[in-house]
């Protein structure tokens, strides 16, 4: 299916019945990632995935921004009357549902974030001098997005109301410092580090995340 919001083209499906859940990917994927985890949710949930601007079978941009992604989910959410929907986003797409939690809390329910940084340094050294050296041999803008964003401030990620859960691999790529502080930021926020897991081996193609995701819900 696709709806048109934000003036782009944004491809969704939807799956299952019970409580909305809206599935955001990361950067250069689209909601198929989430096709293990869809199957062993579709009974607990109404899931709603959907393919971010410029990725997947939604439209192209030049406008490409966590801002503009944000803008299109809540669009989306308002146009499609979707009640309270609880959120879970991967890596940018993570990035995206806090966004979403600071603009307008009220539209949301719960928020879970996985493999997620608030400013570009939260990546480490290693992983950003090899975004650098891509970017310069290709000009992505899928690699300028992960380079120059996001850019929280700590004010605005401190107002977030909403109970959050934060999930990340104890081999990430993302700083554990990082993720802690991200978590002492958010009040409502619960913090679990995944043993053995990287930054996407618990979400893309897994069904890893069901029994967090019942238990942080469905409580």
Known sequence: MHIKVNQIDIHYEIFGQGEPLILLHGNQEDFHIFDELIDVLKDDFMIYAIDSRNHGESGRSIDFS???MTQDIYQLIRHLKINKPHILGFSDGGIIALKLAILSPNLLNKVIVCGVNYKPKG???????????EYEE????YIKLML????????????IP???LILVGDQ???????????????KRSKLIILENETHDSFVVHSTKLRPYILDFIKK
């Open 66 to 68: 966590y801002d503009a």
């Open 123 to 133: 990546l480490n050294k290693k992983i950003r001098k090899a975004l650098k050296k």
């Open 138 to 141: 290709e000009m992505s803008p």
């Open 148 to 159: 120059d964003e996001p850019k929280f401030n700590k004010k605005d990620l401190k107002s």
């Open 162 to 164: 909403l109970k959050t």
């Open 172 to 186: 990430d790529v993302i700083k554990p410092k990082h993720t802690l502080k991200l978590h002492n930021l958010i």
